[in-house]
């Protein structure tokens, strides 16, 4: 059984940053499309940041240049660096997985407000 598991998340006043991080619970191979999402409250999930498994990148551009998505396969983790948070990027944060399956993890929580 496949899992995902986001944790780093809490409550940051406006400028400040966050790290978030996904761990599997099966190893993260190079066939494995790793994307981070976020939906805040009332609207739609979105898409924030997605890596390849040749390590590209691609970011939303609400979060450029602000965010970096990174992948340690070793690790069987990928993680999301936040920087100058803004109260428009307060929203449950998902991991998700795709190697012709799909998988999503729980969420973790982002609060960004004085």
């Known amino acids: 059984h496949v899992q995902l598991v986001e944790s780093g998340g809490g409550l940051v006043q406006p400028g400040g940053s966050l790290r978030l991080s996904c761990a599997a619970s099966?190893?993260?191979?190079?066939?494995?499309?790793m994307v981070w999402y976020r939906q805040a409250p009332g609207k739609e999930r979105e898409l924030v940041a997605v890596i390849t498994g040749g390590g590209d990148t691609k970011y939303a551009e609400p979060v450029k240049g602000r965010f970096t998505i990174s992948r340690d396969n070793a690790k069987n983790t990928v993680s999301l660096q936040m920087n100058s948070l803004t109260p428009e990027d307060t929203a449950v944060y998902y991991c998700?997985?795709?190697?012709?399956?799909?998988?999503w993890g729980k969420g973790a929580l982002v609060t960004v407000s004085s």
């Open positions: 099966t190893s993260i191979v190079t066939i494995d499309t």
């Open positions: 998700y997985r795709y190697n012709g399956m799909v998988y």
